[in-house]
């Protein structure tokens, strides 16, 4: 397996910067552009002139997919480069698969949700012995902040309801600086059986997600009375690092195509405050079987046409609550429930993608010997039954004999 992936991604990057076919198979890949409407709404928007902070693993910025996209960044883990463009910790992948969900460029073989917004990079390492990952996100959101991030992509969870006080501080500071906080609410397969923080903090714009018939994801989602919205999480393609392409499940990558989304939408109406971009986002949102809220769509499932088009009234608060509220009313009470131990990073596991690599037929049944042995067992114990029957039975007692009784 592992000759087969070097040799899948040397294929790709030998051609990668030429080859039409490759562009169009890997686009092929991202249903989700034109089921959900994202390609008939880059004709309203594509994000332009708005800068997303991707918190996470750190973006391989060399890939093709997103050169050019990366404008800055930062190393919040003492690991990775300066600029943030360094993968670090496990799943170090992670990152540059969000990046290239939220804004790959149109030109390459990746399509991001906002195909000209900016990125920032804040890496970010999960699993490293030593290092406090509450801080470095907290330090990250804050970072973001004063680096003009104006959406916040936070593809992670504690796998618990609660979150530090250090997390107060950090995300009041991107509230009070009108910039959306958008996060994954989890899965399932993870182990995550309600959304977890920071999908649960008060103002985040929480994505759960769903499969291909565009149901909540057994697997790839869970359920909560925050989620926000729903969007695409199976069969995801993206960007790795190294210049392959992977598929991948989760909400982790649902959360890029949201952020995506409030990119368009900040960048079509770059005076709207943060609270009624949030307002957009679920008010225009696709509710089947529900009138205003369901545990496991949220405020439904994301549209973008209707997000930018919408006549959509506007609002004075963000409608998914208040953190300032929240510390008042209950961060006494909450410190008693806070684990610093629960936090854990994405667990998705992508598989390759490549495009060369046509699957062979499979063989006929008969042409596999493990097909073969429980008939020959079924047989041999016919002949030994028929061998004993003729051997030990009585005298007398002929098929002939016994049709004459």
Do not use: C
């Not at 990668?16 to 309203?44: H, I, K």
């Amino acid at each position: 397996m592992r000759k087969i992936a070097i040799l899948a991604a040397a294929l790709l990057l030998s051609i990668s910067a030429s080859s039409a076919v490759l562009a169009d198979s890997v686009r092929e890949q991202q249903y989700w552009l034109d089921d959900y409407g994202f390609a008939s709404a880059w004709e309203s928007s594509q994000g332009e002139g708005v800068k997303i902070a991707i918190i996470d693993t750190g973006i391989d910025s060399t890939h093709p997919a997103l050169q050019g996209v990366v404008v800055g960044g930062t190393d919040m883990s003492g690991l990775g480069s300066s600029d943030g463009q360094t993968p670090v910790g496990s799943n170090s992948y992670h990152g540059t698969m969000v990046a290239s969900i939220a804004a790959g460029r149109g030109e390459s073989e990746i399509i991001g949700a906002a195909p000209k917004a900016e990125l920032l990079s804040v890496s970010i390492a999960f699993g490293v012995e030593g290092l406090d990952t509450d801080s470095q996100i907290a330090n990250g959101i804050i970072w973001a902040v004063d680096n003009g991030a104006k959406v916040i992509n936070l593809s992670l969870t504690r796998n618990s309801v609660a979150w530090p006080e250090s997390w107060d501080e950090a995300f009041l500071y991107a509230f009070e600086n009108d910039v959306v906080i958008v996060a994954a609410a989890g899965n399932r397969a993870d182990g995550t059986e309600e959304v977890s923080a920071p999908a649960t903090i008060p103002g985040v714009l929480s994505v759960a997600g769903l499969d291909r018939n565009g149901v909540p994801s057994q697997d790839f989602s869970t359920d909560g009375l925050t989620i926000g919205v729903t969007a695409p999480a199976e069969d995801l393609i993206g960007a790795f690092p190294g210049g392959e392409y992977r598929m991948w499940s989760g909400t982790s990558g649902a959360t890029p195509i949201v952020s995506g989304m409030v990119a368009l939408i900040r960048s079509m109406y770059p005076e709207m405050d943060a609270s009624n971009v949030v307002n957009r986002v679920i008010s225009s949102a696709t509710r089947d079987g529900f009138e205003v809220y369901s545990t496991s769509y949220g405020h439904g499932v994301i549209n973008p046409n209707q997000a930018l088009l919408a006549e959509i009234p506007s609002v004075s608060s963000n409608p998914l609550g208040s953190l300032a509220q929240w510390i008042e009313l209950y961060r006494a009470s909450a410190e008693a429930e806070i684990d610093p131990g629960q936090l854990v990073g994405p667990v998705e596991d992508p598989t390759p993608f490549t495009v060369f690599e046509q699957p062979e037929p499979p063989l006929p049944w008969y042409a596999d010997i493990s097909n073969w042995l429980p008939l020959a067992g079924y047989a041999g114990l016919g002949l030994l039954a028929t061998f004993l029957y003729f051997a030990f039975r009585p005298a007398g007692h002929s098929p002939e004999e016994e049709k004459r009784k």
